[in-house]
Structure formats: structure tokens, C-alpha cells
């Protein structure tokens, strides 16, 4: 097993034997040259096509993951989370590369790990094109903080014009995506299917199909953990009984993007509605009420997503109980 802490800048790798249960350790650069040089490194300890273990750090894995992929290993990408509880529950407490590719080979080798695949050339476009479109829907909401409270009129039109320049650059990023969706069937049939949910737009069919690869899920319940919308029950014995909270273990940024579209399924989707309808009247808070909304929703993109079937507003989803169950 060979396990990988990914840096922007190093690759830590960490390779067990299994004959002999050694350890062997080395570093090497995150680039094209230090790829090919682990490759080589692997091949001279007879591991040419092992296992590889590592975590998912945004864009830093990728380019070595595909690398490996085109190589012949078999290479197996993992939520940082699992590595970190696997950690804990060692009770480990060093903290540096070399102790981090060490633990990542230990889990990779006790673990049952699905083949990681790369994802298509179309989605990877589709990905940093949305990637860019958020960094600068962010700047542009920090800009528009500072103009607020802006009193210096030569910083006011700075802000002003660097603003008209974002907008610019969002517009025509926002092009690209429908072009390129345009000319990819699969990622066209996909956002269409998925606005035939009541609260789902284009935007944020878009937005899910850029950063979610619906084929590495099972059923509605990972899917809905994977946003982080899944309730926390915090109990223990007679004494300790908290309220459940959404666990927020999930990807913030995919959160955010099922917020509004919940607020509209709880007016305009039928199932949502009644959910969240029926939350409120037993007493619970708006808030809490919403969080479930947004648990029902993602369960729904699961259902007509996996099953690739529109949503029904009249019958439901009559396979979504065998999703959830």
C-alpha cells in the first residue's frame, strides 16, 4: 500500500511492503518532473502498479492522481475527515507529512476502498469554470461591502469600476458554461433533468453537476451527508439528550448553493413544502424547519438524478422510499 500526503508544493509518500512490512519514506516535488520521479522511485521498490492511497485536497490531487491512473495503479481518493477519525482513534499525535503518508497507508491497507476514475475532460472545464465563477461571485460580494461603507470618493470609484469588471468576467463565464454544456449532451441532459425539480434553476443544477459525480453514491442518505444536511443526534445514557442539530460535515460551499433553492422548494415544491410545513406547526424553529427542507431536497436530486427520470409532481417519486430506507 502506498499512501500520499498531498501539499500544493510536495508529494509526502509513504510505501509499506507487504512481504516485509517495512516502511519506506520520500518527498518529492507536486509537479510534472516529481510525478515522473515518483513513478520511477516506486518502480526501483517493485511497486510500479500498487495501491495508492490519498487524501482529496481540492485541486492539489488531481494532476498526480490522473498520473498514477495513466500509469496502471490503482488509486483510491479519500475525505480528509475519515483519515483525520482514523487518526483520533489512534490516538495520534504528531503532525507532519512523513507522520501524515504514514497514516494514510495504514487506513488505505485496513480499509475497503472503492477504484478511484478520473472524471471526463468535459466535466473537469465544467468544475474550474464554476470554481472561478465562485471565487469572483465572492469578490464581488466583498466589494460591494466596502462600497457600502466607503467615504473616500477616489476608493469609492475604484471599487466601482474593479465591480464592472467582475460583473464582466461572470457574464462571460457564465457564457462558457452554457456553451460548453451546449456541445456536451450528458452535462445538458443532466441540468435539464435536474430543473424539473420545483427550486432547482439552472444555476444550481449547473453548480451540482460541476462538483458532484452522482456515481460514487449508494443512496439519498450519503448524498444528503455529503452536503453536511443530515441531522446530529447528541445523546448518552438518562442524562445527556441535546437537541439534533444538521451536522454541517459536509461541503460548505455545496451547502450554501442548496440554501435559496430550499426556500423556494418550500413554497413551490409540493413535498418540501409539506415537510416544512408540517415542522412549523408542531412548534419547531423556522430555521430548524428549513434545515430538514434542505435534507428533503437533496434527497429528491438524488432520486431523479440516480434514476434519471423527471420529477412527478403528481405521484412523487415512488422509488425515492427505497433510496432512503
Not at 302 to 309: A, C, K, L, P, T
Request: charged residues 25%; positive net charge; contains cysteine.
Amino acid at each position: 500500500m502506498i499512501g500520499i500526503d498531498v501539499s500544493k508544493a510536495t508529494l509526502a509518500v509513504c510505501v509499506r511492503l507487504a512481504d516485509s512490512g517495512i516502511e519506506l519514506d520520500h518527498e518529492f516535488p507536486n509537479t510534472a518532473t516529481g510525478h515522473h520521479k515518483l513513478h520511477a522511485w516506486l518502480k526501483k521498490h517493485g511497486e510500479q502498479t500498487g495501491w495508492v492511497c490519498m487524501e482529496s485536497t481540492g485541486p492539489y490531487h488531481l494532476n498526480v492522481a490522473q498520473f498514477l491512473h495513466q500509469h496502471r495503479y490503482r488509486v483510491s481518493v479519500v475525505n480528509p475527515k475519515r483519515i483525520k477519525a482514523y487518526g483520533e482513534s489512534r490516538l495520534s499525535r504528531g503532525k507532519t507529512d512523513k507522520a501524515d503518508a504514514r497514516l494514510i497507508a495504514e487506513f488505505g491497507e485496513k480499509e475497503t476502498l472503492p477504484v478511484w476514475q478520473p472524471p471526463a475532460q468535459e466535466r473537469v472545464a465544467l468544475k474550474d469554470l464554476q470554481d472561478r465563477l465562485d471565487e469572483l461571485e465572492e469578490s464581488l460580494r466583498q466589494h460591494r461591502q466596502r462600497r457600502e461603507h466607503c467615504q473616500n470618493p477616489s476608493v469609492l470609484a475604484s471599487l466601482e469600476r474593479e465591480e464592472a469588471f467582475i460583473k464582466q468576467e461572470i457574464d462571460a463565464l457564465k457564457r462558457e458554461q452554457g456553451h460548453l454544456c451546449d456541445k456536451t449532451p450528458c452535462l445538458r441532459e443532466e441540468i435539464e433533468l435536474l430543473c424539473t425539480i420545483p427550486g432547482v434553476g439552472e444555476l444550481t443544477a449547473t453548480r451540482l453537476v460541476a462538483r458532484i459525480d452522482i456515481s460514487l453514491f449508494d443512496h439519498a442518505a450519503s448524498f444528503a451527508a455529503f452536503f453536511g444536511v443530515t441531522p446530529r443526534e447528541h445523546s448518552s445514557g438518562t442524562s445527556v439528550h441535546k437537541k439534533a442539530r444538521m451536522s454541517k460535515l459536509g461541503s460548505k460551499r455545496l451547502r450554501t448553493a442548496l440554501y435559496f433553492p430550499a426556500m423556494q422548494a418550500t413554497r413551490y415544491n409540493a413535498q418540501v413544502q409539506a415537510l416544512y410545513d408540517r415542522l412549523v406547526a408542531k412548534g419547531h424553529p423556522k430555521k430548524s424547519a428549513l434545515g430538514a427542507a434542505m435534507r428533503k431536497l437533496a434527497q429528491q436530486i438524488y432520486g431523479v438524478w440516480s434514476s434519471r427520470r423527471p420529477y412527478n409532481a403528481t405521484h412523487g417519486l415512488p422509488s425515492l422510499e427505497s433510496f432512503t430506507a
